[in-house]
């Protein structure tokens, strides 16, 4: 069975905007972004892996934050996702925003121009790759051992797998906030019909369900 390439989960306002622009290490999704308001329908599901305290929703929600880890064997990211620095890296000392048990338990590997030594955190390792798209997937599968990789974003990572042609499934949760500016991920939806079968899930928490798959 292929490896497949997957967006899970991947949350996005009413005008398909993911994160702010100007991300500093205060403002980890960048100036003007309040990520509870993109956030809120996970983090009341039942297996938000972060929850502390019983209860929680089930249904709909629930079942698609449950199946985050299903069959992964490795993650990519942008380099933003691992945290604000830019250009050569200044400061090894600072492990990135995922505290000491990030929350992957693979190998995940982050793209940046500046590569360096790769990071073992509890069962998460992450290696700073560069190249193009289809040469870091290429290690991902490798590393994946047979399972599916997940392709974590941020929103200019997502859009260049896109651009490659290398998603083979996608999960976008459209929220029902408005948040005015910042990076897009799409205009519509209706951008990859040309590539991808839709299905639009309403939640009854608001939020809307959109599930890609490859044609």
């Known amino acids: ?14 005008e398909g905007i993911g994160a702010g622009e100007d991300q500093t290490l205060e403002n980890p999704f960048g100036h003007g972004i309040d990520p509870s308001k993109l956030f809120t329908w996970a983090g009341a599901t039942a297996s938000w892996p972060m929850r502390t305290d019983g209860g929680g929703s089930r249904g709909l929600d629930d079942y698609l934050t449950r199946d985050y880890p299903r069959n992964i064997g490795a993650e990519i990211m942008g380099r933003n996702k691992f945290g604000p620095q830019r250009g050569p890296w200044q400061n090894h000392e600072w492990r990135g925003w995922w505290g000491d048990e990030p929350p992957f338990h693979t190998p995940v590997f982050v793209m940046t121009h500046h590569e360096r030594p ?72 209706d951008e990859l019909l040309d590539r991808f079968h839709l299905e639009v899930v309403p939640s009854p928490s608001g939020v809307t369900h959109h599930l890609f798959w490859r044609k």
């Open 1 to 14: 069975m292929a490896q497949l390439l997957r967006v899970q989960n991947f949350t996005v306002s009413s």
């Open 118 to 189: 790769s990071l073992t955190l509890s069962d998460t390792t992450f290696h700073f790759v560069s190249g193009d798209p289809a040469t870091i997937l290429e290690q991902a599968r490798e590393a994946a051992q047979g399972k599916d990789v997940r392709l974590g974003g941020g929103v200019s990572t997502v859009r260049q797998f896109l651009d490659a042609d290398l998603v083979d499934t996608m999960h976008v949760v459209v929220t029902p906030v408005k948040l005015g500016s910042g990076l897009r991920l799409w205009e519509s939806p």
